[in-house]
Nanobody
Framework: QVQLAESGGGLVQPGGSLRLSCAAS????????LAWYRQAPGKERELVAT???????NYADSVKGRFTISRDNAKNTVLLQMNSLKPEDTAVYYC??????????WGQGTQVTVSS
């Protein structure tokens, strides 16, 4: 019904920047929240940032001030601008789209590696 495709991951040095994007397609309606999660090897998936339909945003304490979540309604895309990257940011990043009514959808993930 809804498909999400992440892009923009890669290898970056500490202190560098990356911009992740997630393009949504399909039957998109009644979107409640768009979010980015991440999961490092051996660790549980954690919430990184959210943006609601009214553009209210929330961030994990670990990324606040460094990451910015935004959306482009015309392109059905949610973005995650990541600055001042740290090695501990290394993870697979997933976008999530949650609909009013309880349904949510996940992308396949994009790898972000922060290493010198």
């Amino acid at each position: 019904q809804v498909q999400l495709a992440e892009s923009g991951g890669g290898l970056v040095q500490p202190g560098g920047s990356l911009r992740l994007s997630c393009a949504a397609s399909g039957s998109i309606f009644r979107v409640a929240v768009l979010a980015w999660y991440r999961q490092a090897p051996g660790k549980e998936r954690e919430l990184v940032a959210t943006i609601a339909s009214g553009s209210n945003t929330n961030y994990a304490d670990s990324v606040k001030g460094r990451f910015t979540i935004s959306r482009d309604n015309a392109k059905n895309t949610v973005l995650l601008q990541m600055n001042s990257l740290k090695p501990e940011d290394t993870a697979v990043y997933y976008c999530n789209l949650a609909l009013w009514g309880g349904h949510s959808y996940w992308g396949q993930g994009t790898q972000v590696t922060v290493s010198s």
